[in-house]
């Protein structure tokens, strides 16, 4: 029942972040629509932890409850998260690209994120990792992808004045935030398929603590951000 404290301490993060984004919203009124998208997203994540959280309660109880999903493909919730993960990268990616003014490194994101929804959307269908596993591809092309994303967004704060509004700025908190997530957790989502309790006590260990500490941090800077910049009348 451990892993399901850490569920819930984790869907109340998602949600004051949600919340504070929506605040955000109601402030400021951004004109950047991916903006809006991002707090939308962040809506959709709280939701799908809601639900994922199906799988743990059937596998703590040993399958006394929802007992139809042991042995079925739904047995793992990793189906849904792996459709969250395409949503999440891509997001993220058209997110920090609505912020960068270079056409070329407009050109470029646009077509590595038009990419990789494609190829991930193939990988799932052809890998056979789509009920089985978080898709090693779409962790490792979406973590390049929004790596990509956030380095063009620091490369043009740098050209520009904005890197001494940093302060005020929302995007700047996100990519922080979003940046030490993706190191921290993508080399353990790659390995996902050892997450299992009775046979890989060691994996669940590490697991458990680091999904935690950079859930915290990311969930943080954006609620931090949303707050701070709720009190601007622009945010850059």
Known sequence: MEY?????????LELLAAMAGSFYLFRVKPRNKYT?????????????????IYSSYAYFSDYKKLSFLKDSVFQRNFWLYNIKGIIEFSVLAYFFRSFIKTVS?????????????????????????????????TAIAGTILVLISVGFYFCEMLK?????????SLTFYIAIGVLFFQIVLTPLKIYSRFFIESSNP???????????????????????????????????
């Not at 399901?4 to 984790?10: E, K, N, R, W």
């Not at 939308?40 to 799908?48: A, D, G, K, N």
Request: hydrophobic share 55%; glycine share 2%.
């Open 105 to 137: 490194w407009k050109k470029t994101l646009k077509y590595l994120a038009l990419f990789f929804i494609l190829s991930t959307i193939l990988n799932l269908i052809f890998s056979g990792s789509y009920f089985m596993a978080y898709a090693a591809y």
């Open 160 to 168: 520009s004045e904005a890197i001494l509004k940093f302060k005020s």
């Open 36 to 52: 809006k998208y991002l707090v939308y997203f962040l809506w959709l994540t709280f939701v799908v932890e809601i639900v994922g």
């Open 202 to 236: 060691e994996f669940v260990a590490l697991w458990k603590p680091l999904l935690v500490i950079a859930n915290v941090f990311m969930y943080t800077c954006f609620i931090i951000g949303f707050l701070i910049c709720s009190q601007k009348k622009r945010s850059y």
């Open 4 to 12: 399901l404290q850490y569920a819930t301490f984790l869907q109340l």
